[in-house]
């Protein structure tokens, strides 16, 4: 069987909202059904020859149960269309899609959507006590964010893992990385996103959101609210350590708020279609490792792709690896083999990631999609290389080459 190429079309985003900040109002149902509608708006597709939507979601809920069907429906989108939803934790967007690339790619779908949102300031808390009743004692309610952390992985095999910022903590001991190191890289993380802003680089893949007030008229909501222009090596050297190490609120990922969308699309039904792609799916892979390490994912991960596809570093044009910790990114550039003044670090990150734009865990896959597509456009580039660790233990890597 042959298979036929996966292009991707309008890959698009809502700005990233802070914790409990201005899109904390709006579920993830909702934030799905505003990026969904956005996307059919834009792209002008009939969304009745969308054959089916895929989408993340990292700390799914009874709330909107199978997201991607259910923020479909919630856009007033056709009834026909099915859809469903995933979960690879941090990799579950981009892992979305892949999924959606392979189902074009092998004949089963001509037009599918793929995206993923999260909505981390209404993750609920749960219980597994009352289920059965409780006669008498105490009722817990565990906070489903930090639990999930610390279940990401079976206690009984690897043990208690208290949560992502010990692994971090750990490959800072392994690969001798230093507070200095970490708080500098969170400088340029902030700096290089606040440049982006600047210079407008975001404004293409952007979907303004309108956010109800309670009095007064809604809101836009157009712009990351995460990334501190002003970081400086001294005020983030102020911030203490959050669990005696190296990690700090400066130099770690945000819990954000936001949904991303693209269309993958055969690419014998674009010209039928009147679509324009952006760039074409080229590969990807997933590899495990050990969760109390989980950062170094991508290392495995993209070993394992150049390894399928044949390509190397010196074919990849950009590099965004989301930046969960400082030290889980410097740990990985070592394990790579990059040196400090290495060139290739001039193409890593260049508009900023997850510890300045925020990693909302659904939607970060597509969040890195929209921005490192366009980038490749600018720069002329040919390949974009896009990779994240996964808790757990796992990382994902995926290579998207630009359209012609």
Known sequence: ?????????????????????????????????????????????????????????????????????????????????????????????????????????????????????????????????????????????????????????????FGVITGMIETAENLAKDYGISREACDAYAVRSHQRAAAAWDKGLFADELVPVSVPQRKGDPVIFAQDEGYRADATLESL?????????????????????????????????????????????????????????????PVPAVERLFARNGLGWNDIDLVELNEAFAPQVLAVLKGWGWSDDDSRNQILNVNGSGISLGHPIGATGGRILANLTRELVRRDGRYGLETMCIGGGQGIAAIFERAA
Request: charged letters at 20%; hydrophobic letters at 40%; a neutral charge.
């Open 1 to 157: 069987m042959t298979l036929r190429r996966a292009a991707i079309v309008a890959p698009i985003r809502t700005a990233v909202g802070k914790f409990g900040g201005s899109l904390s109002s709006l579920t993830a149902g909702d934030l799905g059904a505003v990026i969904l509608k956005a996307l059919i708006e834009r792209t002008k597709v009939d969304p009745g020859r969308v054959d089916d939507v895929v989408f993340s979601q990292g700390y799914g809920n009874g709330e909107a149960p199978c997201i991607g069907h259910w923020s479909w429906l919630a856009a007033g989108l056709p009834l026909e269309v099915p859809g469903y939803q995933l979960d690879r934790r941090c990799g579950s967007g981009l892992q979305a899609i892949a999924n959606a690339a392979m189902m074009v790619q092998t004949g089963m779908s001509d037009v599918v959507v793929a995206g993923g949102v999260e909505s981390m300031s209404n993750v609920e808390h749960y219980s597994t006590d009352i289920r059965k009743g409780v006669r008498a004692g105490n009722l817990t309610l565990h906070d489903r964010l930090t639990r999930g952390r610390v279940m990401s992985q079976p206690v009984e095999r």
């Open 237 to 297: 050297g102020k911030l203490r350590p959050l669990e005696g190490g190296v990690v700090t609120a400066g130099n770690a990922s945000q819990q954000n708020d936001a949904a991303a969308a693209c269309l993958v699309v055969a690419e014998d039904k674009l010209d039928e279609l009147g679509l324009e792609p952006i760039a074409w799916f080229h590969s990807w892979a997933a590899a495990g490792c050990d969760p109390s390490r989980m950062g170094i994912g």
